[in-house]
């Protein structure tokens, strides 16, 4: 009977032993750096209520979760950490005096084409600082974030860090309405990426009276709209506009009548009539985005460009560049070297919850560009899941995939140099498997990593397993010698061989005793 193999997932990947081992150890080495700073390890569920990730993101993030219906329960497989471990922390750690310092580590599941070095079920491991504001927790975010890198050895690589402040604050000064803003925070890596034409036709598609054909979008059309009173109200100061709308009902001897003020009536006809066409606010934003987006570099030279820029918009920062440079200073406390950090004001990080700081680190020498982890601040997230107070946050998360491509090709950890099986028992006939057995157990015991021969193969091809699966050594068994005490030790390298007790065996295996010479 023919049968038809099952094919692997697109977009996931097996994770073989020598795969595993590394990400134990990188896993080992971070956990480590999180702790050293007081968080402590949580898990949360694969699987969730879809709502949780929708409070914040919306709706457009439904084409990316694996969202589903069962049982009447609209569910999804977590996309990322920071909402389940915030909504982890309201069900269970309320009590805990603030801050909460939390870590986790876990696969994380979102629908996107696969690309190279990009798939559907990846790792992520990260922390949460929960109860904390200012710079201060900001700095050690950042500090966290790149003492775990360098303690996994590596130095070349770039900080970048940014806060969607100072964007934020420029769409408030513009009073876009929610769903325009919404898609504009969204759209500050392609207009990047991809360029400001992408997102003009981008745009177009959700808000069709937006012109991108003109240089003149946005401006009023003299030879049609003049006749409007609508257009003539939108040109107008608001004062003047709520006057003007006054003395037209009162030359028409028309009388508002509702369970409203007049003056409520009137300002939310003003309210509609300004905002009715946002065409030149969007070229606005555009125009202000492209340029934010280009300032990337020095600290110091960047805070005073993105300074200009607000200046020559008429604005006055009074938020993002001062809360930058206060998270600059802290950073000097953490002895950071700042020929690894850089502005960059372009960064959005895709997520609409972060409202305040937020960096990326990339590598910077191997001719790719890989992002090694990302991660901001989100103060409003925590009362948006349910929380009765406001509860600051801020973390980040690793790519635990791109941190093992980056330690593998840097040669700072390779797929050989873990040995698993440090020792191989076996005996010189099948009469003494009971006795390989006994010995393995006892190594086991006392710390060792042992395997027996389980298929009663010679010793010749013991060895030669032994050689292909990299075990450092062997130990013969013979039942002829079972009354004494101590066991053969082969190296399997060298090929040479010593009697040895068994608390002897441990030593020279974990080298404690330094090399000795084998007698034959």
Do not use: W
Request: one cysteine or more; aromatic letters at 8%.
């Amino acid at each position: 009977m023919q049968t038809v193999k099952v094919e692997r997932v697109r977009g996931v990947n097996d994770i073989l032993p020598s795969t595993y081992q590394i990400d134990q150890q990188i896993k080992s080495i971070l956990s480590r750096n999180f702790e050293s700073y007081g968080y402590q390890p949580i898990d949360v569920p694969l699987i969730e209520y879809t709502e949780l990730y929708l409070k914040k993101s919306g709706e457009d993030i439904i084409s990316r979760l694996y969202d589903f219906i069962y049982r009447n329960r609209r569910l999804c497989l977590r996309p990322e950490f920071t909402a389940s471990v915030v909504r982890a922390y309201l069900d269970n750690l309320q009590e805990v005096p603030l801050p909460v310092r939390l870590y986790y580590t876990g696969p994380v599941f979102r629908y996107e084409q696969p690309q190279k070095e990009r798939y559907r079920q990846f790792t992520q491991m990260g922390i949460e600082l929960i109860g904390a504001t200012g710079a201060i927790a900001d700095g050690e975010v950042i500090s966290l974030a790149s003492q775990g890198l360098g303690r996994l050895g590596l130095t070349e690589y770039q900080t970048f860090i940014g806060h969607v402040g100072v964007l934020n604050n420029f769409l408030d000064h513009l009073q876009l309405n929610t769903r325009l803003r919404s898609f504009l925070l969204s759209q500050m890596e392609t207009l990047r990426t991809e360029g400001k034409e992408v997102v003009k036709n981008r745009l177009s598609e959700i808000y069709p009276a937006f012109k991108k054909d003109t240089s003149l979008a946005g401006e009023l059309d003299t030879n049609t709209t003049n006749k409007k009173i609508t257009d003539i109200l939108q040109n107008l100061e608001e004062n003047e506009a709520r006057t003007a709308i006054f003395e037209l009902l009162e030359s028409m001897n028309i009388e508002l009548t509702s369970t409203r003020a007049p003056e409520e009536i009137v300002d939310r006809l003003l309210v509609k009539i300004k905002h009715q066409d946002q065409t030149k606010e969007l070229n606005q934003a555009l125009e202000f985005m492209t340029e934010l987006s280009q300032l990337k570099g020095e600290p110091q030279a960047i805070l005073k460009e993105a300074e200009k820029l607000l200046s020559g918009y008429n604005l006055v920062d009074d938020y993002g560049l001062a809360q930058l440079q206060d998270i600059l200073k802290s950073l000097e406390a953490f002895n950071i070297d700042k020929n690894l950090i850089s502005l960059d004001l372009g960064i959005s990080r895709g997520l609409q919850y972060y409202t305040g700081m937020v960096f990326e680190i990339y590598d910077t020498k191997l001719g790719v560009e890989r992002k090694l982890c990302g991660g901001g601040r989100y103060d409003d997230l925590v009362i948006s899941l349910g929380s009765k107070q406001e509860i600051p946050a801020t973390g980040f998360s690793y790519m635990m995939e791109e941190l093992r491509k980056e330690l593998v090709e840097k040669a700072h950890l390779s797929f050989n140099n873990y040995q698993f099986v440090e020792v191989l028992v076996v005996g010189l006939s099948r009469q003494d498997y009971s006795d390989s057995v006994r010995i393995a157990e006892k190594l086991r015991q006392l710390g060792l990593r042992v395997e027996t021969d389980v298929i009663g193969r010679d010793i010749q091809n013991n060895i030669e397993y032994g050689n292909q699966q990299k075990i450092p050594f062997l130990i013969i068994l013979n039942s002829a010698e079972k009354q004494d005490s101590k066991v053969l030790l082969q190296n399997l390298d060298s090929g040479e061989q010593k009697k040895l007790e068994l608390h002897e065996v441990v030593n020279q295996v974990r080298n404690i005793k330094g090399n000795t010479n084998y007698q034959k």
